[in-house]
């Protein structure tokens, strides 16, 4: 068993399955990167409809440049969420569609979304507290 103090300064018990090394933290900093990034939940979105050009992606998710689209892409298939699978055809043909393990987040990141939802309103009030208390010193 290991401790934690937690933010009001008490100590809770920890099961050594929750315990993470730096190491796994650090893992798991970077796949949260990859899964929370704006443009990785877009593409996500788009290709939970199907198969798609990336083309037809640039336009469904609009407002991401050609080269921000190809980076995302190439990321999301080396992570193992998307597929990209070129057809020898002229003009060549290329599809991209979510693997398995990316059709797996698709419900975490739409209770994300919906959570977000619920709550935009007391974040938005939030913020404006805030704001208007640090502007006020």
């Known amino acids: 068993m290991a401790t934690n103090e937690t933010t009001n300064g008490e100590t809770e018990l ?11 933290c650090r893992a798991m900093g970077q ?7 704006k443009w990785t939940i877009m593409v996500v979105g788009a290709l ?7 083309n037809a992606l640039m336009r469904r998710i609009g407002g991401v440049s050609h080269r921000m689209l ?3 892409l190439r990321r999301l298939e080396r992570d193992g969420l ?9 003009p060549p043909r290329v ?8 059709h797996s987040l698709i419900g975490p990141l739409a209770a994300l979304a919906q959570w977000g939802e619920d709550h ?5 009030q939030a ?9 006020e010193k």
């Open 14 to 24: 920890l099961h050594d399955d929750e315990v993470h090394p730096a190491a796994d």
């Open 82 to 90: 998307v597929k990209r699978t070129a057809f020898p055809t002229i």
């Open 48 to 54: 939970s409809h199907g198969p798609m050009r990336f």
């Open 127 to 135: 913020r404006a507290e805030f704001d208007q208390r640090t502007t």
């Open 120 to 124: 935009r309103v007391e974040i938005e």
């Open 70 to 72: 190809t980076l995302t």
């Open 31 to 37: 796949v949260l990167d990859r899964i929370g990034d």
């Open 95 to 102: 599809d991209y569609e979510l693997t398995p393990l990316a």
